[in-house]
């Protein structure tokens, strides 16, 4: 399970190291993706299949479907963590991402999500002033 905030740059070899303790529960071999809110999804590889398997399930009639599994399939790639756990991270998805050299790396249950640091601070900021409507909302649905 991964929980927790942090903060590293990217080097000048355009990598980005992983958090230690996110890099225990990883093998050598990871898949990352265009996220949600300008951020990018990094999942283990038996995650990723799973999620991978349910878009691959959603009805191509429905445009929103499509769409949504065109963003995450299509941007996904294989990458390896090296012997130091870091990551290159392709350069569209650096585009996608606007990262620079400063980034978030959000542990968000099953899967990371790597955030331009200031992105991250301004999404985060907003999500506080709003927790109690949100969790209002969530506890509609049950949470």
């Given at each position: 399970m991964f929980t927790g905030e942090y903060r590293h740059i990217i080097d000048t070899k355009k990598r980005l190291a992983i958090p230690v303790k996110f890099r225990r529960e990883l093998n050598k071999k990871v898949v990352i993706t265009?996220?949600?809110?300008q951020s990018l999804f990094l999942y283990p590889q038996k995650d990723w299949k799973t999620l991978a398997a349910k878009l691959s399930k959603l009805p191509f009639s429905k445009s929103d479907a499509?769409?949504?599994?065109?963003?995450?399939?299509?941007?996904?790639?294989?990458v390896e963590l090296d012997k130091a756990g870091r990551?290159?991270?392709?350069?569209?998805?650096?585009v996608y991402a606007h990262l620079k050299k400063s980034i978030a790396i959000v542990g968000v249950?099953?899967?990371i999500e790597?955030?331009?640091e200031e992105t991250w601070n301004k999404y985060r900021s907003q999500a506080e002033k709003n927790v109690e409507d949100i969790s209002e909302r969530l506890g509609e649905l049950g949470l």
């Open positions: 265009r996220g949600l809110d499509r769409s949504f599994s065109r963003l995450m399939l299509a941007g996904a790639m294989e990551i290159l991270i392709p350069d569209y998805l650096k249950y099953n899967r790597i955030w331009n």
